[in-house]
């Protein structure tokens, strides 16, 4: 076994764990292996040790990825900052992107979402922490934002997502993951079909899990520590 996919099964092992300490079902709880700054050997590693799901950051990093990788039906998730100018390629190659902050870049994507592709699946990124350096919507701006969101004909708004500030504390992973879940109960109770808290990284995921996540995106624990000295924008 390699050391990719034993780190894999273990991650799964600690999701499922996790899952059960609080009566929840790990089925609920979809994997997304966050492969940007890996190469592409990498990501056939773990597609062979049975990961579907990948995330990239970076359009210019991804694109020859999946390229590449374009016959083995990888779902590719798009999780990084969004440059206006760079909506086209992401809606067109992309089946999930959990980082819209504002109305201009949905109504993009929207736009550039080719025909014949089924609607892109998106998230709602909220700022939970209020980072000045991070990106997402203030949470007083979700319900504005989401339900402009959801009357775009090509896009498919599944739930909300976020990054809040690093930190060792259980609890206060755990209360930022509980403000994320409230916002989406909130956009629930206001008539939005939602299904989907994307939240929860390698240091935290057993916080995310606790409060309701049902997508984890966990990259250094299964492809190991990253350089950034290569990354591209």
């Not at 273990?10 to 979809?30: L, P, Y």
């Not at 504390?169 to 209360?175: F, M």
């Amino acid at each position: 076994m390699t050391t990719i996919a034993s780190n894999l099964q273990a991650v799964r092992e600690s999701i499922a764990a996790s899952a059960a300490s609080i009566g929840r079902n790990a089925d609920e709880i979809a994997l997304l292996a966050v492969s940007k700054t890996f190469p592409v050997e990498a990501i056939r590693e773990a597609f062979s040790a049975g990961q579907r799901r990948f995330a990239e950051s970076y359009v210019q990093e991804a694109l020859p990825k999946i390229e590449t990788l374009k016959g083995l039906g990888i779902e590719w998730h798009f999780i990084g900052p969004i440059q206006a100018n760079k909506t086209r390629p992401i809606a067109q190659n992309f089946a999930w992107v959990h980082s819209v902050d504002r109305l201009k870049i949905a109504e993009r994507l929207s736009d550039q979402r080719p025909a014949g592709m089924p609607p892109l699946q998106v998230c709602l990124q909220v700022n939970i922490s209020g980072e000045a350096s991070k990106s997402g919507a203030a949470p007083n701006e979700v319900l504005e934002f989401a339900k402009g969101m959801a009357m775009l004909p090509n896009l498919s708004l599944r739930g909300l997502m976020a990054v809040p500030a690093p930190g060792n504390d259980k609890a206060s992973q755990r209360a930022a993951f509980a403000e994320l879940r409230r916002l989406y109960e909130m956009l629930k109770g206001e008539g939005l079909s939602l299904d989907t808290l994307s939240m929860g990284m390698s240091d935290d995921y057993p916080s995310a899990i606790a409060e309701g996540a049902t997508i984890v995106r966990i990259g250094s624990a299964i492809f190991g520590r990253r350089n950034y000295m290569e990354r591209k924008a």
